[in-house]
């Protein structure tokens, strides 16, 4: 129901955009939300926006550095991480909300994708 993809292998310094594509069912009405999971560690928030697109919220660690937006006639949330450094090295997943406002709580999303790789080397 959510396909991300984008992630790669990028120098520190470098840019990524991250894609989610989900089914309609799953994206109607639907605040949008990036969490990304490093090696030994917690999943954590990075960003989300709402299902109108009006409130993004982001994480402290990537505030200025990262953006997401989302295209509600292609079911598509973006993320664009710009001016990447090591520690932005995780699985970045995209998660649904199944309700329109914006959440940092890995627990107010009820829909998962498999995640994106991406590397930021030094």
């Known amino acids: 129901q959510l396909q991300a993809s984008g992630g790669g292998l990028v120098q520190a310094g470098g840019s990524l955009r991250l894609s989610c594509v989900a089914s309609?069912?799953?994206?109607?009405?639907?605040?949008m939300g990036w969490f990304r999971q490093a090696p030994g560690k917690e999943r954590e928030f990075v960003a989300s926006?709402?299902?109108?697109?009006?409130?993004?919220l982001y994480a402290d660690s990537v505030k200025g550095r990262f953006t997401i937006s989302r295209d509600n006639g292609r079911n598509t949330v973006y993320l664009v991480l710009n001016s990447l450094e090591p520690e932005d090295t995780a699985v970045y997943y995209c998660?649904?909300?199944?309700?329109?406002?914006?959440?940092?709580?890995?627990?107010?999303?009820?829909?998962w994708g498999q995640g994106t790789l991406v590397t930021v080397s030094s």
């Open positions: 998660a649904a909300r199944g309700a329109p406002s914006a959440r940092t709580s890995s627990t107010s999303y009820s829909y």
């Open positions: 309609g069912r799953t994206f109607s009405n639907s605040a």
């Open positions: 926006v709402s299902w109108s697109g009006d409130s993004r």
